[in-house]
């Protein structure tokens, strides 16, 4: 599979980085411009400046072709700022000046809700289904998950806090998994991304062979 990196700012080295320990070198891809979409299988959208990364996905001319992609189904693990920019709705900020977002993933976020850059901490995490203990959460000026829709699926937890949500092809969390040391949260993604890739071309084969019209004796 082919994974891409969304690398206008932010923290892309150490999603690349984290990437490397699962997945060979070609098949990871920075993505600054839309021909950098072909041929993708998954996107990783980093944490950073959710402002700024808004502004640079439209100054580069990547946001309506990464927004038609992601609705369409291109599966998107969306970290931090990154989950920011999936959510559907924003709380308002104190100076009227939140990013515009794409609106995949059915969830209200609170922007810098944990603090500033100051107020980081590190904290462990419960992921439903995921052996091996608690999984190291790493929260710098971390968004907060206000509330969520049905369209959403909680799935890591800080105490009886939602951290982390995801839906058929998104997963958003709040926290930075690429700088835990711990690949479990990133593997199960790509796993995820690879069945549902798997299912997507199986169910086009079904659909294409249904649609073809049988050559009788006569016809030949």
């Not at 060979?24 to 959208?45: F, Q, T």
């Not at 009227?96 to 922007?111: A, E, I």
Request: proline content about 10%.
């Amino acid at each position: 599979m082919k994974v891409g990196v969304l690398a206008l700012q932010g923290d892309v080295p150490e999603h690349r980085l984290a990437l490397a320990e699962l997945l060979p070198p070609e098949s990871i891809g920075l993505v600054r411009a839309p021909p950098d979409l072909e041929g993708l299988d998954a996107m990783l959208m980093p944490g950073g400046e959710s402002t700024t990364i808004a502004q640079l996905l439209a100054t580069s001319g990547l946001w309506e072709p990464l927004g038609r992609r992601l609705h369409e189904g291109l599966p998107v693990l969306a970290t931090c700022a990154g989950l920011i920019l999936v959510s559907q709705r924003l709380v308002p900020g104190a100076g009227g000046r939140d990013p515009p977002t794409l609106g995949l993933l059915d969830v209200l976020v609170g922007r810098n809700e944990y603090g500033g850059q100051v107020d980081s901490f590190e904290a462990p995490l419960e992921v439903d289904g995921e052996p091996g203990g608690p999984f190291p959460g790493v929260f710098i000026r971390a968004p907060k998950i206000v509330s969520f829709g049905p369209g959403a699926e909680p799935f890591v937890r800080m105490g009886s806090e939602v951290v982390g949500v995801r839906s058929a092809t998104v997963w958003g969390l709040t926290f930075h998994p690429e700088l835990s040391g711990d690949p479990r949260l990133l593997a199960g993604f790509l796993s995820a991304a690879r069945e549902r890739g798997a299912h997507s071309r199986s169910t086009h084969a079904r659909s294409t062979t249904s649609r073809a019209t049988p050559t009788s004796a006569a016809q030949k």
